[in-house]
């Protein structure tokens, strides 16, 4: 299964996790393998991004929690994992790559509605990158 791109620029790319949770993770275009590898520039742009999703998918999903990981152990390149946890997903309040407690039936707003929002909210913020 091909992953899906929600959005992408010169510097980086972010990529949909196909999960029960809204689950993006963000890459660097170049691969480096240790996030003190990334430029200064660069990396400060990494964080920017991820507080830019961080806060649309409070906005949007109002989860329990918001996680972040970067392991980089099977895929050895700097990207971050942002997931929105619900108290009544599979797996709360273990990580994603726990041990499922529980079969969820979670209802969430619209994805594609949501990406829309981060793609936005991404482009205002390139607009002062530069």
Known sequence: MKSLIIYEDNDIYIEKEASE????KIFTKEP???LGDVPSKLRLKLWEVYDIIEDEMKKYYKPTKINMASFANM???VHLHVMARF???SYFPNPMWGEKLRDAKLTLPNENE?????EEALNQFSLGYR
């Open 87 to 89: 108290e009544n997903d």
């Open 114 to 118: 949501f990406f829309k929002r981060v």
């Open 75 to 77: 895929l050895p390149r």
């Open 32 to 34: 480096y393998k240790e």
């Open 21 to 24: 949770i809204p689950w993006l």
